[in-house]
């Protein structure tokens, strides 16, 4: 079997996605458990006391601000 | 089996649930739509349409907007629980949107996703361009305005780009060949070189 490439990987998708609309569901659970994670990583990172401060000091960091 | 999307009058309706990204920019938009048009353009329109990967920033272009009005929005926004990363401050905000510079709101205790608040004046020709002709789109009573789909494919594969840009857009080719039409890519295809040679 061949390997797709990345590009030829969502060609592949959005052809299926296309006719198949119960394949949403799948999309659906990858952007909510990444959202999930976001949100518990940054929470515990930054704490929720200050959470704006300490959220504007780390964007500073990153060079995001 | 059910298709992913059908066109009716001209308003592309997709055939799936909300999600809690789409949830999250629903709720941003119901208070700007109270003091501006928009238009979402960018990876979102890749991912509301079906593309599946992660996003951490929403792209939203809104005309420049008087002082007024924006510090008016700014309140609202934040007591609908949106922060704004630059700064709690909405004329220091603004003086950021007159500089061109552009600002994000997140919700409250998050940091993403986030709206990447773009001001488009007269002079940002092709977002201005956009702007004024948006693709309007429906998924489960959430109605709003993205770039049309034939200029968002030519953007992300002539200007920007980047892996992902063609891989966004190869998913719109391939979701919307159907409906996709040659003449707005002439068309389109001729505006976005003449600022872009």
Known sequence: MKNLTSLEFVEFYSEKIKEDNTLFKQQKMLIESQMKSSSSFFLNKLGKKNFKENARKYLREMGLI | ?197
């Open chain 2, 1 to 197: 089996m059910t298709k992913a999307y059908i066109l009716d009058n001209n308003i592309l309706i997709i055939n799936r649930d909300l999600t809690q990204l789409d949830i999250f920019v629903r709720d941003f938009l119901k208070v700007l739509k109270k003091y501006s048009t928009y238009l979402l353009v960018s990876g979102y329109v890749s991912i509301c349409t079906g593309r599946t990967r992660a996003t951490e920033d929403i792209d939203l272009l809104v005309p420049l907007l008087d002082k007024t009005t924006f510090v008016t929005l700014f309140r609202e926004l934040e007591k609908n629980l949106f922060w704004c990363y630059q700064t709690n401050n909405p004329e220091e905000a603004y003086k950021y949107l007159l500089k061109k510079i552009n600002i994000r709101f997140a919700r409250i205790n998050e940091i993403f996703p986030n709206i990447e608040f773009i001001p488009v004046t007269k002079e940002k020709r092709l977002q201005f361009f956009e702007l004024n002709h948006p693709q309007e789109i429906q998924i489960k009573g959430f109605h709003f305005k993205i770039s049309p789909l034939e200029f968002e494919i030519l953007y992300k594969e002539i200007v920007l780009g980047s892996e992902k840009d063609k891989a966004d857009a190869k998913h719109l080719r391939v979701m919307f060949s159907d409906i996709l039409k040659s003449e707005k890519f002439k068309e389109y295809e001729q505006l976005i070189r003449s600022e872009h040679q």
